[in-house]
C-alpha cells in the first residue's frame, strides 16, 4: 500500500494507514495513552478530517501508533513504508473505514487547505529575465502617485502621453463605425488582421512613398507595443545588438532586453535639435549589431528629423547591413510646416519595418490599434517574416474592433490636424509650455517640432541635483505633480525629465507655476 503520490494529504495516509490497522479515532487516542503520551479526541478528529497537520513530535506519535514510516506519514516522498496488515475481525474493520470514510471529502476540505499547510511555501521570483528591464513612464514613481491617489490626494498626471483624459475626444464618425460593426468583430481575424484594415494601411503606405509594400507584409497589432515586442522576439539572438535612440521611448529598450538583445544606445544632441548624433552611431556599430531604431517624430524630445539626416542614417545601415526599425506613430502630430519623411522611403534596398497606430493621431489609445509594414528588402529578410508571422500566429490577431475602424481612421477629413495648426490646442499648449519652461530660472527646453512631448534640462548645479529619482518623487510629493525623469528613458545624466503637454491651457499654466514656484526654493538633499 501507501504508495505516497504527491497529491495526497497528510490526512489521507493517516486515514489509510489507521484503516490498513484496522484503528478506529478512539483506538489511536487509546493507543497513545497505553504509550505514555496524551491525544484529545478533538486533536485526532481534526488530523483525520485534514483541518489540522500535527506538529513532529505527534507524527512521530501517530507513526508509532501505527507502525508506519514517520517520513512517510509526514509526506516526505522518498519514504515509503508498509504498514503491517492488521489481525483484527473483519466487522471492526469495515467500522474503522467507515469511520475514515464519514470524514469531509477532498472539496470539503478545500475550505481549510490554509490550515494544512505546514511546511513553509518556497517564493516565486520575477523570471531574471526582467532584471533588466526598465519602464519608468509606468515605474516607482507612478506607484507613489497611486498611494498618494488611494489617500484622497489630486494628482496632475503628466506622465503618459494619454489622450482621453484631457479631454481629447475620437472623431464621431470612427466611435460611430466601430458601433455598427462591433457585431461582425466577434471572431478573431485573420492573424495579420483584417483586409479592410491592411488594405486602407497599405494605401497609407503608399502615399507616404514606402516601397515595395504587399499585403502579407502588413501587420496589425494591439498597438504598436505588442508589434514591437513581436519583432524584438522575432529578431534578437541573445547578446546581438541592436541601436536605439537615447533618449529613448523606453518600450524599445526594454523589449529588446526581454528578448535577449543587447540595446545600445546612441546619442541624440539636443545641441542639435535632439537630432541622432551620426558619428556616435557609427562609433557603436560591432559586429555584433543588428539593426537600428529610429524613433521620429520623437517621443521624449518631439523632434522630426530631416530628410538629410534620415539619409546619413540610412547610409550607416546600407554600409553596415543593418535591418531598420522607423517608429513613426506621432507622423500626423507634425508642426510650424515640417515635413515628416519616413525612413523607408529611403530605404528601398534594405529591409524595413515601419510602425504606426491610431492611438496618438487619432485619440483612441484604448481601443488599442497599431500596425507594422514590411518594406524594401524583403528577400533578405525572409526567415525574420518566419519568425513574425510564428509570432502573429500564436497571438491569433489583434483586437477585431479596433482594426474596424482602421479604414474609416485613414481616410477622409484628419480631425488631428485641427490641432496642430494655430488656435489648435496641442500647437497653442506646446507653445505655452515651451516658452513658459525656458522661463523659469535654471530650466532650458527645446522647442518640439511633433507630437505633445518636452524633455527639459535641469541646471543641476543650481538645484544639487544627484537623482532625478529624488527630483520627481520631491515634486510629487510637495506638488502633486507626476512627471517622469529622464533616466526613465535610458537617459544617463540626472539633468532631464519629460512633460506631457497634454492638459488644456488652464491646468498647464497651473502645473507650470507650481513648477516654478517648487524650482525656486529647490536643492536636493
Ligand atoms: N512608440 C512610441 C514612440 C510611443 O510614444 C508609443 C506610446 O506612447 C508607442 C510606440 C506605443 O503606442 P501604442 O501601443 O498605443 O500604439
Given at each position: ?105 477532498d ?47 489630486r ?30 468583430c ?7 488582421g ?92 560591432t559586429?555584433r549589431?543588428?539593426?537600428?531604431v ?19 542614417i ?5 554600409k ?50 497599431g ?56 500647437y ?18 527645446v ?5 505633445f512631448?518636452?524633455?527639459p ?41 519629460r ?7 488652464g ?19
Amino acid at each position: 500500500m501507501a504508495q505516497n503520490t504527491e497529491h495526497e494529504s497528510f490526512a489521507d495516509r493517516l486515514k489509510t494507514a489507521m484503516a490498513h490497522r484496522g484503528l478506529k479515532q478512539s483506538d489511536m487516542i487509546r493507543a497513545a495513552s497505553e504509550l505514555g503520551s496524551k491525544l484529545g479526541k478533538s486533536q485526532v478528529s481534526q488530523y483525520v478530517s485534514g483541518k489540522t497537520v500535527p506538529r513532529r513530535d505527534v507524527v512521530a506519535l501517530l507513526a508509532r501508533i501505527l507502525d508506519v514510516d514517520e517520513g512517510w506519514l509526514e509526506g516526505a516522498a522518498s519514504l515509503q513504508a508498509e504498514p503491517i496488515a492488521p489481525v483484527i475481525p473483519s466487522d471492526e474493520r469495515a467500522s474503522a473505514r467507515h469511520e475514515a470514510a464519514d470524514q469531509p471529502s477532498d472539496s470539503d476540505r478545500q475550505h481549510d487547505a490554509p490550515t494544512q499547510r505546514s511546511t513553509s511555501m518556497r517564493e516565486f521570483n520575477k523570471s531574471s529575465k526582467l532584471d533588466n528591464v526598465l519602464y519608468d513612464v509606468r515605474g516607482p514613481i507612478t506607484d507613489e502617485a497611486a498611494r498618494m491617489e488611494a489617500e484622497g490626494q489630486r494628482i496632475l498626471k503628466l506622465n503618459i502621453g494619454n489622450t482621453a483624459p484631457f479631454g481629447f475626444r475620437t472623431p464621431d464618425e470612427v466611435i460611430e463605425d466601430m458601433r455598427t460593426q462591433l457585431t461582425d468583430c466577434e471572431g478573431y481575424s485573420e492573424a495579420r488582421g483584417l483586409f479592410s484594415a491592411r488594405k486602407a494601411i497599405m494605401q497609407y503606405a503608399q502615399l507616404k512613398g514606402i516601397p515595395n509594400v504587399s499585403m502579407d507584409g502588413i501587420y496589425t497589432g494591439n498597438g504598436v507595443s505588442e508589434l514591437i515586442q513581436l519583432c524584438m522576439n522575432a529578431l534578437l539572438n541573445n547578446g546581438d545588438e541592436i541601436l536605439i535612440p537615447m533618449p529613448d521611448y523606453p518600450l524599445w529598450t526594454a523589449c529588446a532586453t526581454l528578448a535577449g538583445g543587447t540595446p545600445v544606445h546612441y546619442v541624440c544632441d539636443e545641441q542639435a535639435e535632439w537630432n541622432p548624433d551620426i558619428a556616435d552611431i557609427e562609433s557603436k556599430i560591432t559586429p555584433r549589431t543588428k539593426a537600428i531604431v529610429i524613433i521620429n517624430p520623437n517621443n521624449p524630445t518631439g523632434a522630426v528629423y530631416p530628410r538629410e539626416v534620415l539619409e546619413q542614417i540610412v547610409e550607416i545601415a546600407r554600409k553596415h547591413q543593418l535591418m531598420i526599425f522607423s517608429d513613426e506613430i506621432y507622423d500626423r502630430l507634425v508642426m510650424d510646416g515640417f515635413e515628416h519623411v519616413s525612413t523607408a522611403t529611403l530605404a528601398p534596398d534594405l529591409p524595413c519595418v515601419t510602425f504606426s497606430g491610431l492611438s496618438k493621431s487619432h485619440m483612441v489609445c484604448g481601443f488599442r490599434i497599431g500596425w507594422m509594414v514590411l518594406s524594401g528588402n524583403k528577400r533578405c529578410m525572409k526567415d525574420f517574416m518566419y519568425g513574425v508571422n510564428m509570432l502573429s500566429n500564436m497571438r491569433l490577431c489583434s483586437n477585431v474592433p479596433g482594426q474596424s475602424i482602421v479604414q474609416t481612421a485613414l481616410g477622409g477629413h484628419q480631425s488631428v490636424n485641427n490641432y496642430i495648426v494655430p488656435g489648435g490646442r496641442i500647437y497653442e499648449q506646446r507653445n505655452y509650455i515651451y516658452e513658459a519652461l525656458n522661463a523659469i530660472d535654471g530650466v532650458t527646453a527645446v522647442k518640439p517640432k511633433a507630437a505633445f512631448y518636452i524633455f527639459p534640462k535641469l541646471d543641476v548645479e543650481k538645484f544639487n541635483i544627484t537623482s532625478d529619482e529624488q527630483f520627481a518623487l520631491d515634486l510629487l510629493h510637495e506638488k502633486r505633480i507626476l512627471i517622469t525623469r529622464g533616466g526613465g528613458f535610458a537617459w544617463p545624466e540626472p539633468d532631464h525629465f519629460r512633460i506631457v503637454f497634454l492638459p488644456r491651457m488652464g491646468v498647464l499654466q497651473e502645473a507650470v507655476e507650481d513648477l516654478a514656484d517648487f524650482l525656486e526654493h529647490y536643492r536636493q538633499r
